[in-house]
């Protein structure tokens, strides 16, 4: 049962208890969680930042470099003999040689690797001394949206064949001679792209997740692959621009192709370049799941600990007791076998619930001794009030019939004593036979048939009587004598009116039971006798019908047997009137051996 005491103890256990331990569990889950996502989170912006800061060194470093070049005597003498008409084709000569010596020491004693290319109108590249440069994808973007660093490319314009094979970034800006201000080509300060793209290549986030290096319009600035990424790349900088234009650095969540990854950018205003981070997010958290997975086990594995001790310490004290409530319902039906059955062993011990259960036990003992010694009792006094019913009959009715026989002596009918002698007989073996109390419809209406032969005869045809018998109820079993009683009423009564005494009998078997009714026009009952009678046979009052004298004895006596015998399964519907009749109907349960 649901509130039974174990699943009260339960219930009040879990809530002192379990629920509070298990809410404290998913809190400091929650609180893990997010302390060490922002831990992860924080871990990785830095991570970008000093990324930044390296980039942003180099390119400072770039920069001034090509600031150096650009303003060195070395250049600027080279740009004027360049732009002398004075000058000799062989003094022009030299001075470029001049400055190709100038930026190969440079680029050698340079430890990032640096490269420097000058590029004029006249002469072309510094190195390869055309025109080609100005089909290059980086020229063509310096000239018209005037984007000095370039992407990763190949660089032919260099001093050897090493320089030429690698892959180079640039920073671009013009060429100008100082003295004049007048603009005479540009200068391109070359960089190894393996300088940041091997510092990038080191950055992990989570096991899968990348670091890319981009354009403000989606290129890769160092050539790295990120065909895989495109759409997510695209994606991210298009919420960049629309969401976080105002913010130099961040990380969202971006939802692309049904999985979630998050997106770390930081921006670098100076190249217009960012450096963007993306990962799966269950990546990345793949180890706030892994801890927050093992909080939850534990919880759960000590919750179920809980909760078996806690049943374990409960079922010592409500195991014992509902087997002791089941008992009891047991007994309160007065089935004791059932109940000992069910009764819990007494265990060693000096608990309260040993205790309460050993006193139950005997007090269930004691309690059935005497239950059962006051029901033999209470069954012997039953027996012996329905032996003093019965006896209660015969003396009354056989004065009746030895009256009747004495009356047929006295006006000479020896014929007839004859035949009332034998049906005499034959009652008197019927009632003398002490060995059953039940017999058989038929026989009690054969007995009823010889009494009303007797009575017959000496009443004649004052008497009229009527027997309608149902086949199906003749095998049936009654209460001895419970009809003649009855039958020896409805004549009495009957007879007192003038006129013919008119006696019905029927047998028969309606909604489940067996109905005896007999009706007679006789003088009938005043309505305060027929409800005590109605009322006496449901009480029971043996004690009235014994000590009862004068009329109705009869029907007293046949009410109360009846009740004696079938207790509640037994009905009488009486209806009389006075001076109309009396009709009485026996409503017995169907009995068949």
């Known amino acids: 049962m649901f509130f039974s005491l174990r699943s009260r103890l339960l219930a009040v256990f879990a809530v002192l208890l379990i629920f509070p331990f298990a809410l404290l569990a998913f809190i400091l889950s929650e609180a893990s969680t997010t302390i060490i996502k922002t831990s992860i989170e924080s871990s990785t912006t830095q991570t970008m930042e000093q990324f930044a ?3 942003t060194t180099l390119l400072k470093q770039v920069e001034d470099t090509g600031n150096q070049v650009m303003g060195s005597r070395m250049t600027q003498d080279w740009l004027a003999v360049q732009g002398s008409s004075e000058l000799s084709s062989r003094d022009k000569v030299a001075a470029k040689q001049r400055v190709r010596e100038f930026f190969s020491s440079y680029a050698v ?12 109108e006249e002469t072309g590249g510094l190195w390869t001394q055309d025109r080609s440069y100005k089909t290059a994808a980086w020229y063509e973007e310096f000239t018209t949206v005037n984007k000095r660093w370039t992407i990763a490319h190949k660089d032919v314009d260099q001093p050897d064949e090493y320089m030429r094979s690698r892959s180079v970034n640039s920073f671009i800006f013009p060429l100008v001679q100082l003295q004049s201000f007048r603009s005479a080509g540009i200068i391109k300060v070359n960089y190894p792209t393996s300088l940041l793209r091997d510092t990038i290549g080191k950055i992990t986030i989570g096991r899968t997740g990348r670091v890319i290096l981009l354009t403000h319009d989606g290129q890769s600035v160092l050539n790295q692959d990120i ?14 621009e629309i969401r976080y234009r105002d913010s130099n650095y961040g990380v969202f ?3 692309q192709s049904g999985e979630s990854r998050l997106f770390f950018y930081r921006k670098l ?4 370049w960012i450096i963007a981070g993306i990962v799966p997010e269950r990546e990345l958290y793949e180890q706030i799941s892994y801890i927050r997975q093992t909080i939850l086990i534990v919880s759960v594995v000590l919750l179920i600990l809980a909760m078996l001790a806690a049943f374990w310490l409960s079922a010592g004290i409500t195991k014992p007791l509902s087997r002791m409530a089941r008992a009891m319902k047991y007994v309160q039906r007065g089935e004791f076998g ?12 000096h608990s309260e619930v040993d205790y309460v259960t050993a006193v139950f036990e005997q007090m269930t003992v004691r309690l059935r001794h005497l239950i059962e010694t006051e029901f033999e009792t209470n069954l012997s006094k039953r027996n012996a009030e329905y032996k003093a019913l019965l006896l209660q009959i015969n003396p009354h009715f056989y004065n009746n019939t030895l009256e009747i026989i004495s009356g047929l002596a006295a006006m000479k009918r020896e014929d007839l004593v004859m035949d009332a002698t034998e049906a005499l007989g034959k009652m008197m073996r019927y009632s003398l036979n002490l060995n059953t109390d039940l017999v058989k419809v038929s026989e009690e209406m054969a007995y009823i048939r010889d009494y009303l032969f007797i009575l017959h005869l000496r009443h004649e045809v004052r008497l009229q009587v009527t027997i309608k018998e149902d086949p199906q109820a003749a095998q049936l079993v009654i209460a001895k004598f419970i009809l003649q009683p009855i039958v020896e009423n409805a004549v009495k009564y009957s007879l007192e009116k003038e006129g013919t005494a008119q006696i019905h009998i029927e047998t028969a078997i309606r909604n489940e039971c067996l109905l005896l009714t007999v009706t007679d026009n006789g003088i009938g009952m005043q309505p305060d006798l027929a409800d005590d009678l109605r009322n006496g046979h449901r009480k029971g009052d ?8 004068g009329h109705s004895i009869g029907l007293r006596n046949v009410l109360s047997r009846c009740r004696l015998m079938y207790g509640e399964a037994f009905d009488c519907i009486l209806h009389s009137e006075p001076g109309e009749g009396t009709e009485i109907s026996l409503c017995l349960p169907i009995v068949r051996s």
């Open 53 to 55: 800061s390296h980039v």
């Open 109 to 120: 004693n340079n430890s990032n690797g640096i490269s420097i290319s000058a590029f004029t």
């Open 227 to 240: 065909d895989a990424e495109q759409s997510d790349l695209s994606a991210a900088l298009s919420e960049i």
């Open 253 to 255: 969540p971006l939802k």
């Open 269 to 272: 205003p100076g190249q217009d």
């Open 338 to 349: 059932q109940a000992e059955q069910l009764m819990p062993k007494v265990r060693d011990g």
């Open 542 to 549: 043996l004690a009235s019908v014994l000590n009862s004298e």
